[in-house]
Each structure stands twice: as C-alpha cells, then as structure tokens.
C-alpha cells in the first residue's frame, strides 16, 4: 500500500516516524527511487545502534535518498520549528507515515504536528489503528479538522474505532484539503526578517466552504536583537488582536490592525518578525472550517 501510495504522490517527499528495523523504511525508500526523485526521513529515538548500519548494507540508490535521526517526533518536529522550517505551500513533505509509540497522546501529538508540515494535497497514514490509541487519535483528529478526508478502498463509511482505509493493511489514509485548514485550534503564519517595523493589514485568501463564522486573529510583531541570547535585552513587541466576520463565500479576508500594530526596535539592525496566529469558531460546530488558500500566500500591507 504505502509503496503504491508513494508512487502516486511522486516525486514523494517522505517522513517516516518509527523506522523500527527498517522493513518498510525501506519500501518507502524503493518508492522514492524508482520514481527518480524525492526524498525520504525516518526517526526513532531507539534506532541510533541499528538503522545507520542497516541503511548502509542497502543498494547507493536507496540509502543516497534515505536520511536517518535517532530522534523521539517531539524532538525532530521542535528541530524544524528552530530551523524556521516552511510550513503550507513550502512545507517539506507531501506523504508522512506515522507509526511511533501507540498511546493516544503520543499519536495524536504526531498528527498535528505531521498536518503542520504537511503541504496542501498530500497524505499522512497512521499504522496500527487496530489498536485503541492510534484510532482514537485518528477520530479526534478528523472531529476538529472537518476539511480532512478519510479514505476507503470501498468508498464506504468506515467505523471511527477501526478506520482502516484498505482491508487487511490496519492503516488509515488520510487526505488534506487543498489549503491550510484554520480550525478553533490556533494556526500560526510566521513572517521573519521583513525589514518593515509596522503591519496595517493581513490579506488572508479563502477557499470557499460556505460555513460563515467569526475568524479570529492575534498578531505579534517582534524584534530580537542578535546578542540577545548574551545581554537578555533588547526584546520589542507588539501584540494586537482583532475578530472578523466571514460568511463562507468571499475569496479574501482582510485583517485590519489599523496604526495599532508598530514597533521601534531595539537598535537599527535587530531583525523585526511578525507572527500570525489565526483561528475560526463557525457559527454551526458541526459545519466546516475556514481553508486558507496558501497558493497565492498571505501578504502584509
């Protein structure tokens, strides 16, 4: 399944969480291959003693496209948050197959953080969900992001405590919309370095779901001083907070922050950044979320 789902995707950019002894490591990375382009990353914290040398004992063509981290998926997910990693449209993968430890928290936490760094149009795929804690996971998940899809083989409904796409693979296949879904769980747009020390307005393009609602933005406009992490002074910020209204149809939300969000920073040369941090309640809980067409991307005025 999983080297056919690659295939599709092609060229797959890939991020296994879980390489164990590396069987499917290494489906994944034939995919990768045999198509001629793209990527894989595998992660286990346990793997450091095993996975190097089984990736070296593979053919060049496999182990040249398979980067291996003996890291825990907090971890590694931290790494690209510091690494100022894209997220939307540039974000680094396009099919994440989840398969670390099996508690809920623990699956539900690589969701999230997986549909973060997840580009619009790709797949993750959550193994085992026979077991209780990935399943539950995979249903409260899809309970908070309505604009997910679960796939089945069978075009069917399928059960919520047992969401096996295809029969027999005890996986599920879940598919993202085509833009970033911004649910009441909040959905952070990063703008670093923008040479500009004020904000008037936030141009938000949408998707049209037909569900109106009350879209809710914070914006943070920060500077940092370079030797901050030495002298602990010199942090600026600004944070402004406002609510709109949006009615599910309109191609464009425009965030008004009016002369409210400026700043003076620090010295002349500290670098001014502006998070984004945007969320949406719709007026049925029941209707779907508002989807941020990252396409033509968010743009500051």
Do not use: C
């Not at 449209?89 to 994440?96: E, G, T």
């Not at 409904?157 to 599920?172: C, I, T, Y």
């Not at 904000?199 to 940092?224: E, I």
């Amino acid at each position: 399944m999983l080297y056919h789902l690659a295939r599709l995707l092609a060229p797959a950019n890939i991020l296994e969480i879980g390489s164990y002894f590396g069987n499917t490591t290494r489906v994944l990375a034939q995919s990768v291959a045999d198509a001629g382009a793209g990527s894989l990353v595998t992660i286990d914290p346990y793997g450091g003693d095993r996975l190097p040398g089984i990736i070296a004992g593979w053919p060049h063509s496999l182990a040249a496209i398979t980067s291996f981290h003996a890291l825990n998926s907090m971890s590694y997910f931290a790494s690209l948050e510091v690494a100022r990693t894209a997220t939307g449209k540039h974000a680094p993968f396009n099919l994440i197959f989840v398969d670390g430890h099996h508690s809920y928290e623990y699956a539900m936490f690589d969701l999230l953080s997986s549909a973060l760094y997840l580009r619009p149009g790709g797949v993750i795929v959550v193994d085992n969900v026979e077991q209780a804690g990935p399943s539950m996971a995979v249903a409260s998940f899809l309970s908070r992001y309505k604009g997910w899809r679960l796939f089945s083989q069978s075009g069917e409904a399928l059960d919520p405590a047992f969401p096996e796409s295809v029969p027999g693979a005890l996986g599920a296949i879940l598919l993202s919309p085509g833009g970033v879904e911004v649910s009441q769980i909040p959905y952070k747009f990063h703008f670093y370095g923008m040479g500009r020390t004020a904000v008037g307005a936030v141009r938000v393009p949408l998707l049209p779901t037909g569900a109106p609602g009350t879209l809710s933005a914070s914006a943070n406009l920060y500077s940092v001083p370079y030797d901050m992490h030495i002298t602990g002074v010199g942090l600026v910020t600004k944070i402004v907070s406002v609510t709109k209204r949006v009615d599910g149809h309109e191609p464009m939300a425009e965030i008004d922050f009016g002369a409210d969000l400026a700043i003076q920073p620090h010295t002349d040369d500290a670098p001014v950044s502006l998070e984004l941090e945007l969320q949406f309640q719709p007026d049925d809980e029941h209707a779907s979320n508002i989807i941020v067409d990252v396409s033509g991307g968010v743009t500051l005025t």
